[in-house]
């Protein structure tokens, strides 16, 4: 397998199903969140690490733009491996933009993406919806 003749046993753990429960566990015991998909409308994954405090380098597909940003993580466009691995690099070897992006990922989830923030948006959307229904049964 490559990530054994890379020497990277003691570095990388596949770890299959981890209930839900334990995920933060895992997070937070990485250095750095990575994305490399080709296509995804809105990871939940993406929310799940920022809410970890974990930093993000993830790939510019449908929604992930919506969730990383500067200084929070960095994006690279979809299928540039050279990209992903500078990226990669960059971060692993700055631990205080890790931590620093680690710590306003956390900080944007809680005002952001948090349950209350999330039904508030949805009670606006609601709301509007109402109004603009009344309006036009008015006229």
Partial sequence: MLFRS???VSRVTFAGYVPQDQLGTYYRSA?????AS?????????LEAMSCAMPVVATRVGGVADYVTTPGGELVERGDAAAMAHAMGAWLGDERRRRDAGAFNR????REFSWRSSAQRL?????MVL???QRAGAA
Wanted: no cysteine; proline share 3%.
């Fill in 131 to 133: 109004s603009n229904r």
């Fill in 31 to 35: 250095d750095l969140f990575v994305l």
């Fill in 6 to 8: 890379l020497g990277l």
């Fill in 38 to 46: 080709d296509f995804d409308n809105s990871p939940n994954v993406v």
């Fill in 123 to 127: 009670l606006a959307v609601y709301e």
């Fill in 107 to 110: 900080d944007r989830i809680v």
